[in-house]
T-cell receptor, first 114, second 111 residues
């Protein structure tokens, strides 16, 4: 158990709908990353938040948005869902050390868009 | 942008044998971290091992060790005494200033 929690574990929805994925980082971790992984694909970096502020942005679609709250949990909002959005969505939190960061992943949310 | 390359999409190893997974990266930084993550069929991402670039000594974690060649920008993972439970996708990752992942190597372990 990495200490990073994600809810829900599974989500089935229809095209055009909107969903919210939630992530709670490990205690003390200020940084949260979101990734998308389609079946048999690598990890696609979406966005990073650090202590409530957006720090880095990847190939995140305009239909997707995220935020990090004062208690450091984060939410990823996916709207106008398409079939191609079906994927495993990971949240990861990282701890800052003297020279770098180490990232720990949550179990992921499996999204199926029908 | 930094890039991480895993040139072996798939590899196989016999149980109890040793296998080495390759990873190269491109960066102009001198201080950074490197990682190997394992993704078994459950699809959970598990941290296997970490290497700080400022350390010359190669990291080891039980049966897992790395060969870090900073000048060559190479970071390979050696798995000794391979076990069936080692079968998974392995991702190489680089940090600075955020994380960059390779495309992964699928490791099959034959009994």
């Amino acid at each position: 158990d990495s200490g990073v929690t994600q809810t829900p574990k599974h989500l089935i929805t229809a095209t055009g709908q909107r969903v919210t994925l939630r992530c709670s980082p490990r205690s003390g971790d200020l940084s949260v990353y979101w990734y998308q992984q389609s079946l048999d694909q690598g990890l696609q970096f979406l966005i990073q938040y650090y202590n409530g502020e957006e720090r880095a942005k990847g190939n995140i679609l305009e239909r997707f948005s995220a935020q990090q709250f004062p208690d450091l949990h984060s939410e990823l909002n996916l709207s106008s869902l398409e079939l191609g959005d079906s994927a495993l969505y990971f949240c990861a939190s990282s701890v800052e050390e003297v020279e770098g960061e180490t990232q720990y992943f949550g179990p992921g949310t499996r999204l199926l868009v029908l | 942008a930094q890039t991480v390359t895993q040139s072996q999409p798939e590899m196989s190893v016999q149980e109890a044998e040793t296998v080495t997974l390759s990873c190269t990266y491109d960066t102009s930084e001198s201080d950074y971290y490197l990682f190997w993550y394992k993704q078994p069929p459950s699809r959970q991402m598990i941290l296997v091992i970490r290497q700080e670039a400022y350390k010359q000594q190669n990291a080891t974690e039980n049966r897992f060790s790395v060969n870090f060649q900073k000048a060559a920008k190479s970071f390979s993972l050696k798995i000794s005494d391979s076990q069936l439970g080692d079968a998974a996708m392995y991702f190489c990752a680089y940090w600075r200033p955020r994380f960059y992942f390779g495309s992964g190597t699928k490791l099959n372990v034959k009994p």
